[in-house]
């Protein structure tokens, strides 16, 4: 099998994870995140929408890792995206952070939203 390593040209990177806490770029960030090409900022879960629209215009998709397990958004944040053309896909947060990472190193235009996995 033939490895390729990737190359992130820009944009950072979702370099591990843990108990109630994600490491982007080098920085430990305690809590949920929303990495974008902005930047990182805090993430307080599915009911928080600010961070989320605020990428507008800036990404094609919107990862969100919705923690160790799969679970739907509510109703109204999908509706909320779907009224800006902002394409949502949810997926456990380990398989958001590495699908955010193959991304990001394809040049795509694209953040993630990442719940913890938790204590347990």
Known sequence: MRLNEMRITSGLTVDGYGPDFFRVGGTVHQGGVLVAPDGVQPWAGVTDHG????????????????????????????????????????????????????LLSEGRRIAVALIPVGTG
């Not at 160790?68 to 958004?73: G, K, Q, S």
């Not at 896909?89 to 990472?101: D, F, G, L």
């Open 51 to 102: 961070p989320l629209l605020s990428v507008q215009g800036q990404v094609d998709v919107l990862l969100m890792g919705m923690g160790a397990d799969i679970r739907h958004p509510p109703k109204a944040l999908q509706e909320r995206m779907d009224e800006i053309g902002l394409g949502l896909e949810v997926m456990s947060s380990a398989s958001a952070a590495r699908t955010y990472n193959i």
